[in-house]
């Protein structure tokens, strides 16, 4: 392992091995020690490392051109990907602004709807409700939106508060997911919190249509999708759909929302969108959002590389290997299979006291005990604990805590879309091993506890 001095910082001190290499759902480090990407990086990394067409699209474009600025050129791989975005989305979402990842995506819908409500005479809304816990990314405006208490605490008074209604964690507050009942309880907060709010001063309602990191992998109860776009009609309040985690296919769908035949006023993808190749993400709106956005003068908004043309030309190979290895389908059909192997898991093991997800979004919850749902002791992390010795074996997952970012540690396994049964057997007898370690370990701190 590389223990040099680094000049390089983010979020702590703790160094990692060196990459070297990467390929399909592998990677290696400079020790040549071999890794399963079972979480595709954050869940970015959907088509596999190292794809040879992506690859060479990519090498196309650098040797034309690889920066043209949108406001002096058009450019034929910012309108093929737009277009081609355009037909993947729902009727009418037909306006695709480029950005260079996810929270770009979410600032970006927040001022497009905003200017809307100014351009068609609503300038007295500007509220946004979103969901507790959820992310949307960690740039102020996507923060303020965001809620997940270690990362949004510190920067509350930099930051306008928005209103956030409770995420339908069924499985907690022990109702039955299956239930419509169950949804609509979950949807009727969101009117209710209109109403309080004042129902002329909310803007927009935000959703991650199948939870991130926040809620790993939350799958919404029955009817609750439905009745929350709903309710945003009825009270003229933009429904705006975040699947920068679940776009471009993770969950069995183009897009998550696909799932429910929703017809959201505005889409943001990234991670996925562009795989990993680079640096991209895109809002798409419907052209009734942003024909009046225009007609008043223009989108005030803008990042300078947006419409990159060799982010886009990546951008849109990627979504040509999508379509050529339908991957979409494999998400769909191997993420069934994995999710019968986290059940079979959980049969085993104790400690895991949920398993959900859709395609290949798939995560399980730790708990002290499945009958009270209470948590895992926070003084154990074992999110972080977890997670190192499944990277000591081998084997990338990823984790973060349900209950707010503080305790209700969850492993989210979200391996890229083109993994094979093989891979599904490795990632499992990989987690099976760290699953039998990691209770070892804990065992004596859970006793002491009881
Ligand atoms: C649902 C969702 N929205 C927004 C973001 C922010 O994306 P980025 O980290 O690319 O800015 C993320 C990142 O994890 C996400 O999962």
Same mark, same amino acid.
């Given at each position: 392992m590389?223990?040099?001095?680094s000049?390089?910082f983010?979020?702590?001190r703790?160094?990692?091995?060196v990459l070297?290499?990467a390929?399909?759902?592998?990677?290696w480090?400079?020790d040549?020690?071999?890794y399963?990407?079972g979480?595709?990086?954050?869940?970015?990394?959907?088509?596999?490392?190292?794809?040879?067409?992506?690859l060479e699209?990519?090498r196309?474009?650098m040797e034309?051109?690889?920066f043209g600025?949108?406001?002096?050129?058009e450019t034929?791989a910012?309108?093929?990907?737009?277009?081609?975005?355009?037909?993947?989305?729902?009727?009418g979402?037909n306006?695709?602004f480029?950005?260079s990842g996810?929270?770009?995506?979410v600032?970006?819908?927040?001022?497009l709807?905003?200017?809307y409500?100014l351009?068609?005479?609503?300038?007295s809304?500007?509220?946004i409700?979103?969901?507790?816990?959820?992310y949307?990314?960690c740039?102020l405006?996507?923060?303020?939106?965001?809620?997940?208490?270690?990362?949004t605490?510190?920067f509350?008074?930099?930051?306008?508060?928005?209103?956030k209604i409770?995420?339908?964690?069924?499985?907690?507050?022990?109702?039955?997911?299956?239930?419509?009942?169950?949804?609509?309880?979950?949807?009727?907060?969101?009117e209710?919190k209109?109403?309080e709010?004042?129902?002329?001063?909310? +803007?927009?309602f935000? =959703?991650?249509?199948? $939870? #991130?990191?926040?809620? %790993?992998?939350l799958?919404?109860p029955?009817?609750?999708?439905?009745?929350?776009?709903?309710?945003?009609r009825k009270?003229?309040?933009l429904f705006?759909l975040?699947?920068?985690?679940?776009?471009?296919?993770?969950?069995g769908?183009?897009?998550?929302?696909?799932?429910w035949?929703?017809?959201?006023?505005i889409?943001?993808?990234?991670k996925?969108?562009?795989a990993g190749?680079?640096p991209?993400?895109?809002?798409?709106a419907?052209e009734? +959002?942003?024909?009046? =956005?225009?007609?008043? $003068? #223009?989108?005030l908004h %803008?990042?300078?590389?947006?419409?990159?043309p060799?982010?886009?030309a990546?951008?849109?190979?990627v979504?040509d290997e999508?379509e050529?290895m339908d991957?979409?389908g494999?998400?769909?059909r191997?993420?069934?299979?994995?999710?019968?192997?986290?059940r079979g898991l959980?049969q085993?093991y104790?400690?895991?006291?949920?398993?959900?997800g859709?395609?290949?979004?798939t995560?399980f919850?730790?708990?002290?005990?499945?009958?009270t749902?209470a948590p895992l002791?926070?003084?154990?992390?074992?999110?972080?604990?977890?997670v190192?010795?499944a990277?000591?074996?081998g084997l990338?997952v990823?984790a973060?805590?349900?209950?707010?970012?503080?305790?209700?540690?969850?492993?989210?396994?979200?391996?890229p879309?083109?993994?094979?049964?093989t891979?599904?057997?490795e990632?499992?007898e990989m987690?099976d091993?760290?699953?039998?370690e990691?209770?070892?370990e804990?065992?004596?701190?859970?006793?002491q506890?009881?």
């Open positions: 590389n223990v040099k001095p000049h390089l983010y979020q702590g703790e160094r990692k091995p070297d290499q390929r399909g759902v592998y990677m480090d400079v040549g020690k071999r399963l990407d979480s595709s990086g954050a869940m970015v990394c959907n088509i596999g490392h190292s794809n040879e067409n992506v699209a990519m196309r474009q034309k051109s690889t600025y949108r406001l002096h050129f034929e910012s309108e093929k990907l737009a277009a081609k975005t355009a037909a993947l989305c729902p009727e979402l306006r695709v480029f950005v996810g929270s770009e995506a600032e970006s819908a927040i001022k709807a905003r200017q409500a351009a068609i005479g609503e300038g809304r500007w509220k409700i979103s969901r507790a816990p959820s949307h990314g740039t405006g996507a923060l303020a939106i965001t809620s997940y208490a270690p990362l605490e510190a509350a008074p930099l930051m306008q508060a928005m209103p409770p995420a339908p964690r069924a499985y907690l507050d022990g109702l039955d997911p299956e239930d419509e009942a169950t949804g609509h309880h979950y949807a009727d907060m969101l209710a209109i109403l709010e004042g129902r002329d001063s909310v +803007l927009a935000v =959703v991650e249509p199948i $939870g #991130g990191a926040s809620t %790993g992998a799958v919404p029955r009817g609750y999708m439905e009745r929350v776009q709903e309710i945003c009270y003229g309040v705006i975040d699947e920068v985690m679940t776009g471009a296919g993770r969950t769908r183009f897009l998550a929302s696909e799932h035949n929703l017809a959201p006023d889409v943001v993808m990234s996925g969108f562009a190749y680079v991209l993400g895109a809002m798409v419907h009734r +959002l942003v024909e009046p =956005v225009l007609d008043a $003068g #223009g989108f %803008g990042f300078t590389y947006a419409g990159n060799l982010a886009c990546a951008g849109l190979a979504i999508i050529r991957l979409v494999n998400a769909a191997m993420g069934d299979q994995l999710q019968e192997r986290l959980m085993r104790a400690i895991i006291g949920d398993v959900r859709k395609g290949l979004l995560a919850e730790f708990m002290a005990d499945r009958g749902k002791p926070k003084s154990l992390r074992a999110f972080d604990r977890f190192q010795i990277y000591d074996k990338i990823y973060r805590r349900t209950r707010d970012g503080i305790e209700g540690d969850h492993i989210i396994v979200a391996p879309m083109i993994v094979t049964e891979h599904l057997d990632i499992t987690l091993a760290s699953l039998a990691f209770t070892d804990i065992r004596p701190a859970l006793e506890a009881v």
